[in-house]
């Protein structure tokens, strides 16, 4: 009499767990990734926080205090005034010329970005292909490289110690323009445009009623972009200025810092640390109020 083996049976539940362990949609946790991710966070935030926990003390729990730890007494308001009222209120003439090299550099700039990426995207004429050449050479090439020309150019023409040569330089954006080209390409359909001339628009009219509504999500993030760049532009304030009451905030808080060295220093690093907080609170309050176009800004141009 022969038996037969029976076969194990396969659970409802095994079945459920093999499934998960080999589902694409739930993948594999990987501890070292985690970590690497960790240490990023952490080295991203530890700074912020010590610059946040440092703004409340006075001059002298800076230098006495743990530097992640508050001091003896809470003095944020008093350093906000003080920073606002400092050497005739400069601080705020610095914000005040900053929000105008944005305004009209990085507003500029977008629009600039804007109508050329769509005349990129949309337009067939000669000499297409040296542009594209063109703008992905300006775009691996960094500002940097091209300030002390620059000042040099600037100079000769008497445009230094202006703010013209804060708010030309900043109208050239190379990566916004290949941004906005990129994105014009797949958000704006050809049939539509088309369309548009077949009822009788022009292309300035096309432009600004059909296209422009259309490439909202790109212009945004082109428009964070330079807004970013512009605000945190250092060097070439730097060369160009040296008038304080042209500074951006980025070279007027780099000389209240220099004023803790040399003869008759004079130390104010609460106010200079205050300021930077200052300064960074409306670039925060910008990408949060527009996160959402600035996302799907980008999640279209990682599609092209």
Same mark, same amino acid.
């Given at each position: 009499m022969t038996t037969t083996a029976r076969a194990p049976r396969i659970t409802s539940t095994a079945r459920v767990k093999k499934k998960t362990r080999t589902s694409p949609l739930r993948p594999r946790r990987s501890?070292?990734?985690?970590? #690497?991710?960790?240490?990023?966070?952490?080295?991203? &935030? #530890?700074?912020?926080?010590?610059? &946040?926990?440092?703004?409340?003390?006075?001059q002298n729990d800076l230098l006495s205090s743990p530097g992640l730890w508050f001091g003896d007494s809470f003095a944020l308001f008093a350093n906000i005034k003080d920073t606002l009222t400092y050497n005739d209120g400069?601080?705020?003439?610095? &914000?005040?010329?900053?929000?105008?090299?944005?305004?009209?550099?990085a507003g500029g700039a977008t629009l600039l970005a804007?109508?050329?990426?769509?005349?990129?995207?949309?337009?067939?004429?000669?000499?297409?292909?040296?542009?594209?050449?063109?703008?992905?050479?300006?775009?691996?090439?960094?500002?940097?490289? %091209?300030?002390?020309?620059?000042?040099l150019m600037f100079s000769n023409l008497g445009l230094t110690n202006t703010v013209w040569a804060i708010i030309i330089p900043s109208l050239v954006s190379p990566f916004g323009l290949y941004l906005m080209w990129?994105?014009?390409?797949?958000?704006?359909?050809?049939?539509?445009?088309?369309?548009?001339?077949?009822d009788g628009a022009g292309e300035v009219r096309i432009f600004f009623t059909v296209a422009l509504r259309l490439l909202a999500p790109g212009i945004v993030t082109t428009l964070l972009f330079a807004v970013v760049s512009t605000w945190n532009n250092y060097f070439l304030p730097l060369i160009m200025l040296s008038k304080p009451n042209l500074?951006? %905030?980025?070279?007027?808080?780099?000389?209240?810092?220099?004023?803790?060295?040399?003869?008759?220093?004079?130390?104010?690093?609460?106010?200079?640390?205050?300021?930077?907080?200052?300064?960074?609170?409306?670039?925060?309050?910008?990408?949060?109020?527009?996160?959402?176009?600035?996302?799907?800004? %980008?999640?279209?141009?990682?599609?092209?």
């Open positions: 501890p070292l990734l985690t970590g #690497v991710m960790i240490l990023y966070l952490i080295y991203t &935030l #530890v700074p912020l926080a010590w610059l &946040l926990i440092s703004a409340t003390k006075t400069i601080f705020l003439r610095w &914000l005040g010329n900053t929000v105008l090299y944005v305004v009209v550099g804007t109508a050329a990426g769509y005349g990129l995207a949309k337009y067939k004429f000669a000499g297409r292909r040296a542009v594209f050449a063109i703008l992905l050479g300006a775009v691996a090439v960094p500002g940097t490289a %091209l300030a002390v020309p620059t000042f990129v994105y014009a390409t797949e958000a704006v359909p050809v049939d539509l445009l088309e369309a548009a001339r077949i500074y951006p %905030l980025t070279v007027g808080l780099t000389q209240w810092s220099n004023q803790a060295t040399g003869v008759g220093a004079r130390p104010i690093y609460n106010l200079v640390i205050t300021g930077s907080v200052l300064t960074i609170v409306p670039l925060v309050v910008a990408f949060l109020l527009l996160q959402r176009f600035w996302q799907s800004g %980008l999640t279209a141009g990682s599609v092209k």
